[in-house]
């Protein structure tokens, strides 16, 4: 008899107090808690309904993401994840992941983690140049990392960070830089971000875009080049980690594994058919009072 096939659960938590200039996804504003008791609930609701299709599928990874969802992640979110073993098969030594941004990580939020059974912590940290940060309209500074250090102590939580390659001015100097920032704060696992679309490109002329898509790619071999130096092994696409840190979330999903999506604008690939949630908040909580309501579109994988 052969095994199921894994599954990875993602859960959206898209809030987030201001969303960066070059972001493309759906958020919330993460200054009601209201609403973020509300959309805790949802997604507790949109689980439990779920949940029934899933009992042969061993859950191997969690990732908790979508927005800065370590924001609100208070005991709402965390009850969330400590009776997801009683709802699905989770197996013992599943990965969950959390994100955050440097600087929104409090005492109440980690303990909440520790609660919910979170393992790795994933900072959205993108550069600790601060000329660049502003470039990307970020909300706050670099140094605002120190403030999550302290509050982390001596946690036994993984730590990653993603950097974003490709912002306008950017060297490899500075790039070294952000590197060597965060792997002396204990990163273990590095995602790089080539900024995409062309930011903040909109006017230039062809010769000139090729160019900085030229730059983009140096920059990326840069870093791909010393973060091998630094003993790191890239393990997918832009996905670095050393010895034994690898993401076993991003792993399974690079390798194809099922993915169910649950939230606003969740993604899920089950069997090679893929859905996307709705990204509207009304028709989201009101699909989750009535899950007999459809709120998904399937689209090309």
Not at 200 to 227: H, I, M, V
């Amino acid at each position: 008899m052969t095994s199921p096939a894994p599954l990875i659960l993602y859960l959206s938590v898209p809030f987030c107090p201001k969303p960066c200039a070059y972001c493309t996804r759906r958020t919330l504003d993460a200054g009601g808690s209201q609403l973020r008791y509300a959309y805790a609930d949802a997604l507790q609701r949109e689980l439990e309904a779920s949940a029934p299709d899933f009992q042969d599928a061993p859950v191997e990874a969690v990732w908790v993401g979508g927005g800065i969802a370590a924001h609100m992640f208070d005991d709402a979110l965390g009850a969330l994840l400590k009776r997801l073993p009683r709802l699905m098969p989770v197996a013992p030594d599943a990965e969950i992941t959390i994100t955050a941004h440097p600087g929104m990580l409090s005492v109440e939020t980690l303990n909440a983690c520790r609660r919910g059974g979170v393992s790795r912590l994933n900072l959205d940290f993108a550069t600790a140049n601060p000329a660049e940060y502003r470039r990307l309209g970020r909300f706050l500074d670099p140094s605002a990392l120190d403030v999550t250090m302290t509050v982390l102590g001596s946690s036994a939580l993984s730590l990653g960070f993603d950097l974003v390659v490709g912002i306008e001015g950017q060297t490899d100097e500075s790039l070294r830089r952000s590197i060597d920032h965060v792997l002396k704060r204990g990163a273990r696992h590095l995602s790089l971000f080539p900024l995409e679309r062309g930011y903040g490109r909109d006017g230039d002329s062809d010769a000139a875009r090729a160019k900085w898509l030229e730059t983009r790619a140096e920059l990326l071999g840069f870093a791909t080049a010393l973060l091998t130096a630094r003993g790191f092994t890239q393990y997918a696409p832009q996905r670095f980690a050393v010895a034994g840190e690898a993401s076993r979330y991003l792993a399974l999903e690079h390798a194809g594994a099922n993915v169910l999506g649950l939230g606003l604008g969740a993604r899920t690939r089950l069997d090679g058919v893929c859905s996307v949630n709705t990204d509207d908040l009304g028709r989201y909580l009101a699909h989750t009072g009535d899950p007999s309501t459809y709120i998904a579109r399937v689209e090309a994988c």
